[in-house]
């Protein structure tokens, strides 16, 4: 059954640094998405990515974050200069143009450790 | 998208069924009850959706009310597998849409 991947699984980086977070969504899908979840919180929409461009975007999502499709395949997110508060689990999820009812799937996630 | 209320927490014996509810007073005609479930730190998993109609696939059963204020989540068996928090989110299956995920239901399946 094909499924949503993710690397690295976790990821451990100084406040400041940049970090890359890779995806590889089905292949037949056409929508991609990021979401993160703070330890113990609910999980939170970041942006949404159709046809090379930001679809939506949620507050969360400001000038620090950045999302490529840099070939057929993958899907990132970059974060420029992390902070202690980015701190989560990184889910990625793709969903196919099929019909209406736009069921995602999510990778296993990153869990991102900013010290 | 419409507000969803679920209990924070539930739990269920092995091999009965998790019925698990959910209420969206405010659901508007045209958005549709969808289910997820997170097992503990990975992804969240579609599990099924729909509009007014009772639906069944292979892993539940949505049994929603005829006036679509409320629904039920059913695991007819349910496993140690099936321990997750649950999420109900009421939504327009618009193409590229976000979901909005609440507390959900905390289900524990205990031997």
């Known amino acids: 059954e094909p499924e949503v991947t993710q690397t690295p699984s976790h990821q451990v980086t100084q406040m400041g640094q940049e970090v890359i977070l890779r995806c590889v969504p089905i292949?037949?899908?056409?929508?991609f998405y990021w979401y993160r979840q703070i330890l113990g919180q609910k999980v939170e929409f970041l942006v949404s990515?159709?046809?090379?461009?930001?679809?939506?975007k949620s507050e969360i999502f400001d000038d620090q974050f950045s999302v490529e499709r840099p070939d057929g395949s993958n899907f990132t997110l970059k974060i420029r200069s992390t902070k202690l508060e980015d701190s989560a689990m990184y889910f990625c999820?793709?969903?196919?143009?099929?019909?209406?009812?736009?069921?995602?799937?999510f990778g296993p996630g990153t869990r991102l450790t900013v010290l | 998208d419409a507000k969803t209320t679920q209990p924070p927490s539930m739990d269920c014996a092995e091999g009965r069924a998790a019925n698990l509810p959910c209420n969206h007073s405010?659901?508007?005609?045209?958005?549709?009850v969808y289910w997820y479930r997170q097992i503990h730190s990975q992804g969240p998993q579609y599990i099924i959706h729909?509009?007014?109609n009772n639906e069944t696939n292979e892993m539940a059963s949505l049994i929603i009310t005829e006036d679509r204020k409320s629904s039920t989540l059913i695991l007819p068996h349910a496993t140690l597998r099936d321990t997750a928090v649950y999420y109900c989110?009421?939504?327009?299956?618009?193409?590229?849409?976000?979901?909005?995920f609440g507390q959900g239901t905390e289900l524990s399946v205990k031997p």
């Open positions: 999820a793709s969903s196919v143009l099929a019909g209406s009812y736009n069921e995602q799937f």
């Open positions: 292949s037949n899908h056409l929508y």
């Open positions: 990515f159709y046809n090379n461009e930001i679809s939506e």
């Open positions: 405010t659901i508007s005609g045209n958005e549709y």
């Open positions: 729909g509009l007014k």
């Open positions: 989110i009421v939504r327009v299956p618009n193409q590229g849409g976000k979901l909005i």
